[in-house]
């Protein structure tokens, strides 16, 4: 079990309790053969408040109107009359027309902060026999099944239409968007007491909002491992193995949550929450089945003696896989290792990878956003017509046609066992990928640029054939538009034609446009549309302190150094823009642990310490705003896709982790025999996560570890 001093408050509050119970066991069925199985299990339940539901329109929500004759309505029947008559109860009126009243944006207080309860997990069960075969030969085969799960539960989340039915409402029943009530004095409409929607009006449109979601992996393998040639004082060793696994992912969300069900009266391609988007269900599966090989072949041993030759070392490698989506990959690996002598090798590799598309990329159904106000710039109508920003539905979805990602890998090292300091051992390793088909998606304003440049080609290709400006029709609100494919637009309006005939007259013809109307939509598709390219180099330090009466110590350090990092993205109508990967988003330049051991007798104690570096924040600020801070050291300067973006600098981590451990021999009392304690903590000082941009406030993909703060452990073992 572990247990944590508190929770990091960061825009929200609350508090999370986990478990992490884990069991081991083995049992020798025979002198060769041995079962074995593990089990462990993680869940962690949180609550969170944050602010209020807020309607959101013309963004997440639909606009929301207020009827006229709602009482809380301050321009409504309740305080206005064509004539100015009183209302029936005797309150006063001021003579005009009622009007009903559209909500942009209400902050709903009297529902409450938004209470979330979150309850994840992941679960894993390893079951499998182990043995010895002749030779020397050894085999072992295992199944597996691991799930992670999650669920997250709003409870007092506002269903859309039922809200919208609530400012509809004229009696008492109405819901006041406003938090007062408002009176008639003098010849003006102001606002009179305080006010809060009594329970029983938020209860009419108050339900609890859900998603629920899971990914899976079971798995079946067999392996065997064993000398296969003997020759020259050498030995040449096999390993092969073969696995089938299935993998699985689901992504679900209850009626009204993630869509509208047909026949209710609402619209099934969005959803009826205020501020959740339209997200339908998901589902995904695959099956693999691989095989692989890796033979180890020494060329010189050390009982050669041979000058400058210690050992020479050849090592190989192949993985073939099926998959169940989209076909075959076979990969392979090649190593040498040579030592000129005894305390030095020289290793280098070569490899090739694969890496398949996951299944959300691959199976996630459509879904849209809306933009929020002031929305996009259409970037053909604003050069051409002007004020062309306003709000469009963005597509995402899956694609089925995704190719898995590729690369090339090579590394180049030294081990050295220092000569005059025992147990003293270093290493060096220069490392290097080249990815290909990197999977990504083409951002809002390459789309709008692509847009723009396609629509300008087209209509320079139909002037040049000798059409008039007016005889071009670029298919604007049809299946035959020129434009970018990912852009969906309107059918020009009388009001589009007049402006873009307004906006030709007197121009030269090689300046004109054609017209098009207003985009609807655009899609945004995952797609193989990057090369990358990382380098760096990986050191290490191991040094096994010769035993003292206090004790044996040993000292540990594994660090890397990223040198380069970055993508080459292609973009449609253009050359390949430049993305800087390094210090951008948790890849940082330097990461690395050191750590202290000690043992002695039956006990042992540990304490490391691990470091990430600063790294650039997503957010940017203008160049306009970095000068006038004077250029400051939080603010980072870097050069991304033909521009500087400058970028808030999220600082270093230093976090502490240490142990004690005690097991107990045969002069203990029976029951404590073959028995093993260990108290461990976690982030012993505590450390919070650096704040960043973003929805919780720190990068849980790079400092999540720390959000739960100090983490106690204890663990116990037994052998039987």
């Known amino acids: 079990f572990q247990a944590e001093d508190g929770i990091r408050d960061i825009g929200v509050t609350g508090v999370q309790t986990c478990a992490l119970p884990i069991s081991g066991v083995e049992y020798d069925l025979s002198d060769r053969v041995t079962a074995f199985g593990d089990f462990s299990l993680y869940h962690s339940s949180a609550f969170l408040l944050r602010q209020p539901v807020q309607l959101n329109a013309p963004g997440s929500d639909q606009f929301a109107p207020m009827n006229v004759n709602n009482p809380f309505n301050p321009y409504g029947s309740r305080f206005y009359s064509p004539t100015g008559a009183p209302n029936s109860d005797g309150t006063a009126r001021l003579t005009g027309t009622p009007q009903a009243i559209t909500m942009v944006s209400v902050l709903l207080r009297d529902v409450g902060p938004e209470n979330i309860n979150v309850h994840s997990g992941v679960y894993r069960g390893v079951a499998g026999l182990r043995g010895k075969l002749s030779g020397g030969w050894s085999w072992e085969t295992a199944a597996l099944y691991t799930r992670a799960y999650t669920s997250d539960v709003s409870n007092n989340g506002a269903r859309e239409s039922l809200f919208q039915q609530a400012l509809q409402r004229t009696d008492a029943t109405a819901f006041n968007p406003f938090g007062v009530t408002f009176k008639v004095s003098g010849?003006?409409?102001?606002?009179?007491?305080?006010?809060?929607?009594?329970?029983?009006?938020?209860?009419?449109?108050?339900?609890?909002?859900?998603?629920?979601?899971?990914?899976?992996?079971a798995s079946l393998d067999a392996r065997a491992s064993g000398p296969v040639l003997r020759y020259w004082g050498n030995t040449a060793s096999l390993a092969v193995g073969a696995e089938y696994r299935r993998e699985q992912f689901l992504d679900q969300r209850p009626a009204y949550v993630g869509s509208n069900p047909p026949g209710v009266g609402l619209n099934v391609d969005d959803?009826?929450?205020?501020?959740?988007?339209?997200?339908?269900?998901?589902?995904?599966?695959?099956?693999?089945?691989?095989?692989?090989?890796?033979?180890?072949?020494?060329?010189?041993?050390?009982?050669?003696?041979?000058?400058?030759?210690?050992?020479?070392?050849?090592?190989g490698s192949a993985r073939h896989e099926r998959y169940s989506d989209f076909g075959n990959t076979t990969r392979p690996k090649a190593g040498l290792n040579w030592k000129p002598y005894r305390g030095l090798m020289v290793r280098a590799s070569y490899n090739q990878g694969f890496a398949a598309p996951n299944l959300p990329t691959l199976y996630a159904p459509t879904r849209f956003t809306v933009d929020s106000a002031p929305g996009q710039t259409d970037v053909y109508r604003n050069q051409t017509v002007g004020n062309a920003t306003y709000v469009m539905k963005r597509y995402s979805t899956g694609n089925l046609a995704l190719q898995p990602v590729t690369s090339v890998g090579k590394s180049a090292g030294v081990v050295l066992e220092i000569p005059v300091i025992k147990g003293l051992t270093v290493t060096a390793d220069y490392w290097q990928i080249d990815q290909s088909n990197v999977i990504g998606s083409y951002s809002d304003s390459q789309l709008f640029n692509s847009d723009a440049a396609k629509l300008n080609a087209y209509v320079q290709s139909q002037l040049a054939a000798g059409k008039s400006i007016t005889q071009i029709d670029v298919g604007s609100g049809t299946a035959a538009y020129q434009g970018d494919p990912a852009i969906v637009r309107t059918a020009p309006t009388a009001a589009d034609v007049a402006a873009f005939a307004a906006y030709n007259a007197g121009k030269p013809t090689s300046q004109q446009a054609a017209v098009v109307g207003n985009i609807l939509s655009r899609s945004i598709q995952f797609q193989n549309l990057a090369k990358g390219y990382a380098s760096g180099v990986d050191l290490s330090l191991s040094y096994q302190i010769p035993a003292e009466r206090l004790g044996r110590f040993s000292l540990n350090a594994d660090w890397s150094y990223l040198a380069r990092n970055y993508?080459?993205?292609?973009?449609?109508?253009?050359?390949?823009?430049?993305?800087?990967?390094?210090?951008?988003?948790?890849?940082?330049?330097?990461?690395?642990?050191?750590?202290?051991?000690?043992?002695?007798?039956?006990?042992?104690?540990?304490?490391?310490?691990y470091y990430i570096g600063r790294f650039a924040d997503s957010a940017s600020i203008t160049s306009a705003v970095y000068d006038s801070l004077g250029a400051p050291s939080y603010v980072s300067k870097q050069f991304d896709s033909g521009r500087f973006l400058y970028r808030y600098v999220v600082s270093e981590v230093i976090t502490y982790n240490a142990f004690i451990g005690h097991r107990f021999g045969a002069q203990a009392p029976r029951w404590l025999r073959q028995t093993g304690v260990r108290f461990g903590v976690t982030n012993l000082t505590d450390r919070e996560p650096p704040i960043t941009s973003g929805a919780v406030g720190y990068s849980a993909s790079v400092h999540g570890a720390l959000f739960p703060g100090r983490i106690w452990t204890f663990e116990l073992t037994r052998r039987f």
């Open 567 to 609: 993508q080459l993205r292609d973009v449609p109508g253009s050359k390949p823009d430049f993305i800087e990967r390094l210090n951008v988003e948790g890849a940082t330049r330097w990461r690395g642990t050191t750590g202290v051991n000690w043992r002695k007798g039956a006990w042992t104690a540990g304490l490391s310490g």
């Open 187 to 217: 010849n003006a409409v102001v606002p009179d007491q305080p006010f809060t929607n009594p329970r029983s009006v938020l209860d009419t449109f108050v339900q609890v909002w859900r998603h629920d979601g899971f990914s899976a992996i």
């Open 271 to 315: 959803n009826d929450y205020l501020v959740a988007s339209y997200a339908p269900d998901s589902t995904g599966n695959r099956k693999v089945a691989s095989a692989y090989a890796e033979a180890v072949l020494p060329l010189v041993a050390p009982s050669h003696k041979l000058p400058l030759l210690h050992s020479l070392e050849l090592t």
